[in-house]
């Protein structure tokens, strides 16, 4: 949270002198974004560092990643003039 960019921080209306809420500041208002509507459920990756100099590999998780296609087709069921306007001009 406090590693914000300050422009960002300026955008949500952070006060920076709360230093203990900045992510849930941040968090809070992004879960109130319309256009969190839009994007699709992310894809669950399973990451594995992998290190030839130990033979256990480092299981870092799982991720969730948005994938370009699927950004790209939920803007446009999401809203056709939002697509037209953002992808073909």
Do not use: A, C
Not at 1 to 9: A, D, E, M
Not at 49 to 65: A, F, Q, S
């Amino acid at each position: 949270g406090r590693y914000l960019p300050k422009n960002l921080k300026d955008l949500v209306g952070i006060d920076e002198t709360d230093t203990k809420n900045i992510g849930r500041h941040f968090w809070s208002w992004l879960n109130k974004q319309k256009w969190r509507k839009m994007l699709p459920r992310p894809f669950p990756v399973e990451v594995v560092l992998k290190d030839e100099r130990r033979e256990v590999p480092n299981y870092l998780g799982t991720w969730h990643l948005h994938l370009p296609g699927d950004l790209i087709h939920s803007m446009y069921t999401y809203d056709v003039d939002l697509f037209r306007d953002r992808w073909l001009g």
